[in-house]
């Protein structure tokens, strides 16, 4: 009986990584999901030769794919061992939330196609607002943090932010796991109004009463407030107060609304905050 090849990873074109369904999962980080597809783009990969790849036993693909295992991996170790076993393009590492191996970072945000939108001149700016205040739920702002930093690192965008607080959590994990060339330094705003002045979009995650000043700062500068409402604290009340106001959040769509209060992970926010930069909403009055 002839010995099956073995599979190459380099096998997979660039296409394949570029499809909508391969790069939603890699978003999510649903490794079994992936792992799924993958098996069945490349029909000479068997599960024994994507667990040789991966660094996996073959029981835990397996598992992967059947479900018994949750489809979402957070360890940055395994979805380490799952891009290089896989051969993933730096584009695609990065919609995983690592590092690229090759390039630059600059280089692989000027070329995604799919999840980052052609750019305008001008980037964005946002004031991403919050902290671990009484009330906040805790594990949320940590996935928080790792989720903001994946959506910021897709994105060409200024970020404002205070001294303290999970605007200053989010860039030093962005300066210490991906170390991009030009943030050498963190630096935080002093004084709520300057944090939220120049934004073109208000971030809000969890938050105490330093938070909420900003907030109603914000909607005095009539700026586009996009709170966390999971994320319990001045987030929370932000969402409330908008959704008793209409009017302060004319700008945005009443079914984007609603999806904004139904996010019940940071990836669901942050995808939705992604999707409405990409729809860049316009004002009503």
């Known amino acids: 009986m002839a010995r099956r090849k073995t599979f190459d990873p380099s096998a997979a074109p660039r296409a394949f990584w570029r499809r909508d369904d391969v790069q939603r999962v890699l978003a999510r980080r ?3 999901n992936l792992f799924s597809i993958y098996l069945a783009a490349f029909p000479n990969c068997t599960q024994t030769q994507l667990a040789l790849m991966t660094e996996h036993d073959r029981s835990d693909i397996s598992n992967f794919i059947r479900g018994a295992r949750s489809p979402r991996v957070t360890d940055i170790d395994v979805l380490n061992r799952v891009a290089d076993g896989m051969g993933m393009p730096d584009e695609s590492r990065l919609l995983l939330g690592l590092a690229p191996a090759n390039v630059r970072m600059s280089d692989v945000a ?3 196609g799919w999840y980052c939108p052609e750019q305008a001149a001008s980037p964005l700016r946002l004031a991403v607002c919050g902290s671990r205040s009484p009330g906040c ?6 996935e928080s943090i790792l989720a903001l930093s994946r959506l ?6 200024e970020v404002d932010h205070g001294p303290v607080g999970v605007g200053v959590e989010v860039m030093t994990f962005i300066a210490d796991r991906y170390n991009p060339p030009t943030l050498k330094q963190v630096v935080g705003i002093f ?4 944090v939220v002045r120049n934004a073109d979009y208000v971030l809000v995650v969890g938050g105490g009463p330093g938070t909420l000043d900003e907030v109603e700062l914000a909607l005095v500068m009539d700026k ?4 966390f409402r999971a994320s319990g604290g001045s987030a929370a009340s932000a969402y409330t107060r908008l959704h008793r106001e209409p009017a302060v959040r004319g700008w945005l769509a009443a079914d ?4 904004l209060g139904d996010c019940s992970t940071a990836d669901d926010y942050t995808s939705l905050v992604d999707h409405v930069f990409t729809l860049g909403a316009t004002r009503s009055d």
């Open 30 to 32: 649903e490794v079994g």
């Open 110 to 112: 000027a070329r995604t």
């Open 137 to 142: 739920n805790s594990d949320i702002i940590d």
């Open 152 to 157: 910021l690192m897709r994105r060409r965008c």
């Open 191 to 194: 004084g709520h109004p300057n």
């Open 224 to 227: 586009r407030l996009l709170p």
């Open 256 to 259: 984007i609304f609603a999806q």
